[in-house]
């Protein structure tokens, strides 16, 4: 029965067998990060491990630049991109690629010094700042709409050239600019910024300006190579199952629908 996801049945092909490779971006924390150990870690980590024990799959993750990596599964460089990305129109992932069922949602935010949170609530007066946005985000997408012209755009990519591609890029972001300097804000999903909040803040930030994105809500989807025969029909069924416990980092049940360890 497909709701019980067999372990017996014949489920998918991969560009590996028994292999599941998956391309991310370790930048998106709690979604995909790298953990002290400088190891990928993170809920889309976990969900796609879980996913590929499911079906006594090895996996392997591949570290990418966030810009684009919805075209990875279907050049052939992995199997699924994941990595919080948003379905949209704007973003081709060409013919040989297909786009999952939705799994989660967030709001867009940004982390800010808890002093300056009345300033970056008022959006629409809002000027003179800096908003650090990962390029080709959904960040970059909404800071481009809401605060052009306005504030100064800046890419982590060009402010973590000289950084040590193991240590944590947003850690350093908010260590070195929106703790360390005036004015500046990091736009990402509120559930990164809650996230690096708790991790970082101590009290000293705030999420300010909390908003769904201007084209409506925003989802995160999986990118699947189309060459996989039976790949995507197994992973929206997985997703069907267990998007519900996907922020506890743990598969649900698949008859009770209660999240629990592996």
């Known amino acids: 029965m497909e709701g019980k996801l067999m372990k017996d049945e014949i489920a998918f092909t991969t560009l590996t067998p028994g292999l599941l490779t998956v391309c991310t971006y370790g930048g998106f924390a709690p979604v995909c990060y790298k953990n002290d150990s400088g190891k990928l870690d993170g809920l889309d980590i976990s969900f796609l491990a879980s996913f590929a024990k499911n079906w006594n799959l090895d996996i392997k993750f591949i570290e990418q630049p ?34 999952s069922d939705s799994y989660f949602n967030v709001q867009r935010s940004l982390l ?38 306005k504030c100064e755009i800046l890419y982590v990519s060009e402010l973590v050239i000289d950084l040590d591609p193991k240590l944590d890029v947003q850690k350093y972001i908010v260590e070195e600019f929106i703790l360390g300097k005036e004015g500046y804000a990091f736009g990402e999903g509120n559930v990164s910024n809650q996230y ?7 009290g000293r930030l705030a999420l300010a300006d909390v908003h769904h994105i201007s084209d409506g809500l925003e989802t995160f989807n999986f990118v699947t190579r189309k060459a996989n025969t039976g790949l995507l029909e197994k ?10 416990c996907y922020s506890t980092g743990k598969p649900c049940h698949p008859t009770d629908k209660q999240c629990h360890p592996d």
Do not use: M
């Open 66 to 99: 966030f810009d684009n990596i919805w075209q990875r599964p279907g050049e052939n460089e992995c199997d699924i991109a994941a990595a919080g990305i948003q379905q949209r129109a704007d973003r081709k992932i060409g013919d040989d690629a297909c786009w």
């Open 112 to 149: 800010v010094r808890a002093a300056d949170k009345p300033t970056f609530d008022d959006y629409i007066n809002l000027k003179g700042k800096k908003i650090i946005v990962t390029k080709g985000s959904t960040a970059d997408i909404d800071a481009n709409k809401r605060y052009k012209n």
């Open 235 to 244: 992973l929206n069924a997985y997703i069907k199952l267990n998007k519900d």
């Open 196 to 202: 690096l909040n708790a991790q970082y803040g101590h």
